[in-house]
């Protein structure tokens, strides 16, 4: 090897400009054996060979091989089973065998020949839940032996081979084993010619990266391309050659996807030399940064955690990530992450949780019922929150109890620091014996003050979205109103970006027994200037609405009011009265999205409803009303434009896709069907509404009858006699005094203390008679306080509300409703008349 530090490789050169693929341009991705060969490289090895047992014979047999020059190792072709090779022993006991330079002299066969004394060799059995299936031989350049982290890395590769070796066994003849794992496991690897940019990559790598093989130019700014322009410099240093950086280097970045998400990769890169023993290449490897284990001490490893716990927004996910830097990246057995909370620490996680696997202090503090664990319990870990100081405790160090089983091979106490305070502890044991070094205690500082503030962010969010879900909640209506002949469902979703409280909003009320109005609405923006206005736009449609006005009034009056707010936002709204006896809806819409509706065959249609602008825009607009009729086993669906657009929805296309899952849906279940239609929203930019109802139709529609009272000297009378008729037609005369009595005093009242028109209007449902009587004045009737013997009136309320079983007045438009419900008696069958029996079989 060259004293300057530069490898010698016999690789493949990258083709020259203009020579890649017929008619494309691009170069052709590399093979697998190449790609095998450079991921050895950086493995530590230099021969990789797979054995699998020959059946019948007794012996394992060489099927495949990758390296730089697999010739000059000798393996054998064929291995006794019964035999004291490597591969034997490993495939024997289904353990791997790592061995060095002088462990490996004392095999006497299954080794390179001629023996080398620069050679160690790792035998991994390849095996399944079925059964042994051969053995991974991989010879490394290192007379020490393999590494903990390259260890780690060939075993996953052992796993992947076995993998492929499996899903391969019933196929005929011989296919690849090694490339396909490779793939398997997500290592690309890649050729760089700094000199004129070109670089020969794999299908893999540009899988990594994002780019097909089909689109890939060969050239290496292509590549860089899609990293992020933060990571550039450090990536351009790495991949640049210089007489100070010749050997291995490291380095962790981030690339954009094609789907707009950001990717953690890890490189490895080395400079070699070429076949000319003149020209430099740039040899490495890149995977996912899980695939294989960061450098104990390479900054790249903190702007990875840094930028994992920016995204944090839950102590859960906190948690996750501090499990992936602490337990994965640095081989410990434990991690234990625990918060302060006065006097007691809640642990928030417990890694592994298995509970036998910790000593009783944090078994019982990882229970559910448990309050925590009380600090004074643990002197230590007083100390620590006391002092904030990072503690490292090496192998063979006396602890308290309650630390002792967490780790016996080392121990790292950190507090985590955050707004001049400690909130809390993190853990990380080992079982076996580890060393601590400076770059590793540095790296631990640097940990515990990101998670220190992770951790109060992750609460800070927690509130916010704890404030903010409780917001919409009283915003929102908590619960729909039980309708005849119907069924009614809402869901509401909040923005899963910026504050999660928006401006949607929906509303089911109930106007009388058989009529319900539905409401939807979206203002402009989900802030919390969106939901204030939100509320009081839902407030005032609510009020306008139980004041008895009709669809068109109650939306013109709300426009109104918003536009004399003076606010710079506007709302959509689309307002449904649906008369559940009659089956027929009247829409109004004010710059809201068409209604949806699926009939009863199963087929689904936009209902066209004539439109408004929106409110709050113009004072004077008009909103024209649209009749519908619903026939029983329709579903009406009124959404917002959260569900059917965004940035990468168009309108059109998300209208169709409701409508098809509307289509699809079950209407037997109206939660689950609007579950359906909500699907799966991801990330979603705008929170959703939506308003469902299921019409059935009334089982038993009540009969009506109505009357317009004149007002002449006997309008009471004829309003008894209209009574009297209409209760005789509907049989049940049995309430005729008290309904006639109750007529009475209402038309009466009605009369003498209003003006313009009355009426009177009966129904019969079931066994209530209910009597209204409506007139124009706005003011409910008052009933008197004192009513002593020199009174002159007063004492027809009180009549009325002695007769009734139920009494009320509602508004309505252009004045009020006074009713009044009585059950009627439940006729007892009159017994038969014995004189008028005959015996059976006697005469007639």
Same mark, same amino acid.
């Given at each position: ?17 203009? &020579?890649? #693929? =017929?008619?494309?341009?691009?170069? !052709?991705?590399? %093979?697998? /054996?190449?790609? +095998?060969?450079? *991921? $050895? ?61 002088? &462990?490996? #002299? =004392?095999?006497?066969?299954?080794? !390179?020949?001629? %023996?080398? /004394?620069?050679? +160690?060799?790792? *035998? $991994? ?82 899988? $990594? ?82 695939? $294989? ?552």
């Amino acid at each position: 090897m060259p004293h300057d530090g530069r490898a010698r490789a016999g690789l493949s050169e990258p083709p020259a400009p203009g &020579a890649g #693929a =017929a008619d494309t341009g691009a170069p !052709p991705p590399a %093979p697998e /054996s190449t790609a +095998s060969e450079r *991921a $050895l490289v950086f493995a530590g090895a230099v021969l990789a060979a797979v054995y699998v047992p020959d059946r019948g014979s007794g012996e394992l047999r060489l099927v495949e091989t990758a390296g730089r020059t697999p010739s000059a190792y000798g393996l054998p072709e064929r291995l006794s089973l019964s035999g004291r090779s490597p591969a034997a022993h490993a495939f024997r006991t289904n353990r791997p065998l790592w061995l060095n330079s002088a &462990a490996l #002299a =004392a095999y006497g066969e299954g080794v !390179p020949t001629p %023996p080398r /004394s620069d050679v +160690s060799l790792a *035998a $991994l059995p390849l095996g399944t839940e079925g059964g042994q299936l051969g053995c991974l031989v991989v010879a490394g350049t290192d007379a020490q032996g393999f590494e903990d982290e390259r260890r780690r890395f060939l075993e996953r590769y052992a796993d992947a081979v076995a993998g492929v070796l499996h899903l391969g066994a019933g196929r005929p003849g011989p296919s690849s084993l090694l490339g396909p794992a490779l793939r398997k496991l997500g290592v690309g690897s890649f050729v760089l010619v700094p000199d004129i940019g070109l670089v020969e990559a794999d299908e893999t790598l540009l899988e $990594l990266v994002g780019i097909t093989p089909d689109s890939f130019d060969g050239k290496a700014e292509t590549l860089l391309a899609h990293a992020l322009p933060e990571d550039m410099h450090a990536l351009m240093s790495v991949l640049e050659p210089t007489t100070q950086t010749f050997g291995r280097r490291e380095l962790d970045f981030r690339v954009r996807c094609p789907t707009g998400e950001t990717r953690w990769l890890s490189l490895w890169c080395q400079v070699v030399t070429g076949a000319d023993d003149l020209s430099e290449r740039v040899l490495g490897v890149m995977t996912a940064a899980s695939v $294989l284990r960061r450098g104990a001490g390479d900054v790249s490893r903190i702007q990875w955690l840094t930028a994992e716990l920016d995204e944090a927004m839950t102590v859960p996910a906190v948690g996750r990530i501090v499990v992936t830097a602490l337990r994965d990246q640095l081989g410990a057995d434990r991690v234990v992450l625990a918060e302060a909370q006065g006097d007691r620490l809640t642990v928030s996680v417990l890694d592994p949780p298995d509970p036998a696997a910790w000593p009783e202090p944090w078994r019982a503090a990882w229970r559910p019922e448990r309050p925590g664990l009380p600090v004074g319990a643990l002197p230590v870990l007083r100390t620590a929150l006391r002092d904030g100081r990072i503690d490292l405790w090496p192998p063979g160090t006396a602890l308290e109890p309650g630390l002792a089983g967490v780790g016996t091979g080392g121990l790292a106490l950190l507090p985590l620091p955050a707004k001049g305070r400690v909130v809390g502890v993190c853990l990380v044991g080992w079982d076996q014996a580890h060393e601590f070094v400076s770059e590793e205690r540095s790296f631990l500082t640097a940990v515990a003050a990101l998670v220190g503030q992770a951790l109060t962010r992750a609460h800070a969010h927690d509130a916010e979205e704890e404030l903010a879900t409780m917001l919409q909640r009283s915003l929102l209506p908590r619960r729909l109103p039980e309708l005849p002949g119907g069924t009614a469902v809402a869901r509401y979703l909040p923005a899963r970006q910026g504050l999660q409280v928006g401006g949607d909003w929906y509303d089911a009320i109930a106007l009388t027994e058989d009529r319900v109005a539905l409401v939807i609405g979206d203002v402009q923006g989900h802030s919390a200037a969106a939901a204030t206005i939100m509320g009081q736009m839902r407030t005032a449609v609510r009020a306008y609405a139980v004041e008895g006005h009709p669809p068109d009034v109650v939306i013109s009056h709300a426009n109104r009011l918003l536009v004399g707010m003076e606010t710079d936002l506007f709302a959509t709204c689309c307002y449904a009265e649906v008369d559940m006896e009659e089956g027929t809806i009247l829409f109004v819409r004010a710059g809201h999205l068409s209604p949806l509706v699926r009939h009863p065959d199963g087929s689904t249609e936009e209902v066209q409803v004539e439109g408004g602008p929106p409110l709050g825009v113009l004072a004077e607009s008009e909103f024209p009303m649209t009749t519908f009729a619903l026939a029983p086993g329709t579903v009406l669906v009124l959404v917002t434009d959260g569900l059917v657009e965004a940035s990468d929805l168009p309108l059109d296309e998300g209208m169709h896709r409701t409508r098809a899952a509307l289509a699809a849906a079950e209407p037997a279940d109206p939660g689950r069907m609007a579950d359906a239609l909500l699907g799966d929203v991801g990330r979603r930019e705008d929170d959703v509404a939506l308003l469902l109802l299921r019409y059935d139709g009334m089982k038993t529609r009540p009969i009506k009858a109505g009357w317009a009272v004149w007002r002449l000297p006997d309008a009471v009378m004829h309003a008894r006699r209209f009574t009297a008729r209409t209760l005789r037609r509907w049989q049940v005369e049995d309430t005729a005094d008290a309904v006639l009595l109750v007529v009475s005093e209402l038309v009466t009242n009605a009369l003498v203390h209003t003006q313009g028109p009355v009426r009177i209007d009966l129904m019969l449902r079931g066994d209530r008679v209910r009597v209204c009587v409506s007139d124009s004045s706005p003011r409910a009737p008052a009933k008197p306080v004192i009513v002593d013997w020199e009174s002159t009136g007063g004492r027809g309320l009180l009549l009325v509300e002695a007769m009734s079983d139920a009494f009320g007045s509602v508004p309505v438009a252009g004045g009020k409703q006074v009713w009044s419900e009585i059950v009627v008696p439940r006729r007892e069958p009159a017994p038969a008349d014995p004189a008028h029996l005959t015996p059976s079989g006697g005469p007639p």
